[in-house]
């Protein structure tokens, strides 16, 4: 499977007494501001704490700026049935929590319109309808015209829009020429019965959703088609969806919008996916079918993962249109890989559809459905979204949580026993340990106890080592996640015990001895694994200051060098945090029990 990408960009940018004659054609252009929803932008912010965490400062701020919204361009028009719609890309408002459409002449904004929404998002074409809130009367006077007719080669075309400059929309009127009336690429488009117009306007960044124009013999202006995309790498070579696929998708909307049988229309987007399935194509992809809300819960998750699994040119592919072409997008693609990864994996091919199911929750239509083969079973989750069915989850989808999303929010708990720890411990005076602990640690530390008054001693200490903690929780909103966590661990202890020997044979002698701890622990996480999948962190050094009670058997020769043996059982007790980091307490209290063998020297 290849992905769409590094060919095209998307035009679209990161971030009133003229109401009673006829506007121009600059009037009649509106601009489209898009603030995205909360989910979406809390994700976004999270990917961005992701790539800062991992030291990409350049790719965190660029998460950060396009989370705070974009600029499109887009126009109105009438429907057969006198209803007028803002049409724009669908890349331009998807994910959007508010709507705004603006109209301006050269001095000043003659109208807003606010509270706007989503009508319709066709699954194969990247164009919206919008629903404008406003009076109707005041809206008839910015309606163009839709011209179907052929355009040829060589005819004079013009592209009406607002790319940025500094960030805000700057109206531009650009002419061209017809470069090819009439091509087909698959890359941009998946409806082989459509095709593209290409032509020679010049059109940027803010562009996307605004008209290509033509005029008639009187200097009119009419709508030949919607800008949609252009070519980096090559000059003026930009493509417009055409306006017949307009008129195509309004009837398309009033179709599905008043047909009550959405059972019918479940059973008529599962029988294309089967076809996806069945099909040898290793080319085809399922992005068409992926809703906003799975990328909304997966989508930088499953991105993540898709990066982790290609090869390393693929991967910095991935990572261009990523960056350079869509977050958003690119997150709609990595989730088709990995659907296509699944369904191809059984090379039969012998898909069939077992059940459809069908719910509805608050006005919202959902379904269920389930594909088989001989060997393999795939539960798709539907919803029904902007007046199509679109994939809300599929299996395997509820296990790809990625835990380096969680690193905004402290750790809830973290409580682990340990047992089977070996040391090797030199006695009195001096006692370097090899000491594991916290649920497989591996270390080695040096003590020293220092005799005050017979049974009483101080120690003081240091242990460097290696840690991993399998009972961590971490949380997220309303979520906990159960991780795996590795690094590198530091502890300075100093504290006073008491120690009792206890006679017994003539060459042996029991010690037990309590001892009382308190320091500073440093943690350094380098690793972060939930279920058998690993996220790397560039670790955050964390520090917490901590007291320690030990309770320590030891049987050991009572002269000289020997071997010995015993066991220990420690709790500590976090009692606050040093650098307020994401992971602070990621080791909030512990308890310790080993068992082991020792020389004396």
């Known amino acids: 499977m290849k992905f769409k990408i590094f060919i095209i960009s998307i035009l ?3 971030s009133n007494n003229s109401l009673f004659s006829e506007p121009s054609i600059r009037e009649k252009i509106a601009i489209v501001e898009v ?19 991992n030291g990409s400062q350049n790719k965190a701020e660029w998460l950060n700026n396009i989370s705070r919204g974009r600029y499109g361009s887009g126009f109105i028009v009438r429907s057969d049935t006198n209803e007028l719609f803002l049409i724009t890309n669908r890349h331009v408002v998807e994910f959007a929590d508010e709507i705004s459409i603006s109209f301006e002449n050269s001095m000043e904004t003659i109208l807003e319109i606010d509270e706007s929404s989503i009508l319709y998002l066709p699954a194969n074409f990247d164009l919206a309808l919008v629903k404008v809130k406003n009076n109707k009367t005041i809206l008839d006077s910015f309606v163009l015209p839709l011209n179907t007719e052929q355009l040829v080669d060589g005819q004079e075309i013009w592209a009406a829009g607002y790319p940025g400059i500094d960030g805000k929309p700057v109206w531009q009127l650009s002419k061209g020429v017809i470069t090819n009336h009439n091509v087909n690429i698959n890359n941009l488009f998946n409806d082989s019965q459509n095709y593209l117009i290409q032509h020679s306007a010049p059109v940027d960044p803010g562009n996307s959703g605004g008209p290509l124009l033509r005029k008639d013999k009187n200097g009119v202006f009419s709508v030949s088609g919607v800008n949609t995309w252009k070519v980096t790498g090559r000059s003026n070579t930009n493509f417009s969806i055409p306006s017949e696929t307009i008129t195509t998708i309004i009837q398309e909307y009033f179709n599905n919008n008043f047909s009550d049988d959405k059972e019918d229309s479940l059973l008529k987007k599962c029988t294309l996916f089967l076809s996806f399935l069945k099909s040898e194509d290793f080319n085809q992809e399922y992005s068409s079918f992926i809703s906003e809300k799975l990328i909304e819960k997966h989508g930088f998750s499953i991105y993540v993962e898709t990066l982790k699994s290609l090869h390393p040119d693929a991967r910095k592919k991935l990572e261009k249109s990523f960056y350079f072409e869509s977050a958003l997008e690119t997150m709609k693609e990595a989730s088709s890989y990995k659907l296509y990864n699944m369904t191809k994996a059984d090379e039969n091919h012998n898909w069939t559809i077992d059940t459809i199911n069908l719910s509805e929750h608050d006005n919202i239509h959902f379904g269920k459905t389930v594909f088989s083969t001989q060997k393999t079973t795939l539960e798709i989750d539907w919803i029904y979204e902007y007046g199509v069915w679109k994939i809300i989850n599929f299996s395997g989808c509820e296990k790809i949580t990625d835990a380096s999303l969680y690193f905004n929010n402290k750790p809830i708990q973290s409580y682990q026993i340990s ?5 090797f411990r030199c006695i009195y005076p001096l006692r370097p340990e090899i000491i594991q602990e916290l649920g497989g640690n591996f270390g080695f530390g040096y003590s020293y106890d220092y005799e005050i008054i017979q049974p009483s001693f101080l120690n003081i200490g240091i242990e460097i080592g290696a840690y991993k903690n399998t009972d961590v929780v971490l949380q997220n909103e309303n979520e906990k996640l159960d991780v795996t966590v590795s690094g590198l661990y530091g502890d300075i202890l100093g504290g006073i015990g008491i120690s009792f020997p206890i006679d017994t044979e003539e060459t042996e002698q029991t010690i037990l001895s309590f ?21 790397q962190h560039a670790g955050t050094l964390d520090a917490a200051l901590h007291f320690r009670v030990k309770s320590t058997v030891e049987l050991r020769p009572r002269s000289g060098m020997g071997m010995g043996y015993g066991g220990t059982i420690s709790a500590d007790y976090t009692m606050t945090d040093l650098f307020n980091d994401a992971s602070d307490f990621i080791y909030k209290n512990i308890i310790n029990i080993s068992i082991g063998a020792f020389i004396k020297v």
């Open 515 to 535: 001892l009382a701890l308190g320091g500073a622990k440093f943690y350094y996480p380098t690793t972060y694994s939930y279920d058998n999948y690993m996220f």
């Open 35 to 53: 603030s995205l929803n909360e989910v979406i932008k809390d994700k976004l912010l999270q990917a961005a704490n992701y790539y800062q965490n």
């Open 12 to 14: 679209c940018i990161l």
């Open 419 to 423: 047992g089977n720890n070996f040391y």
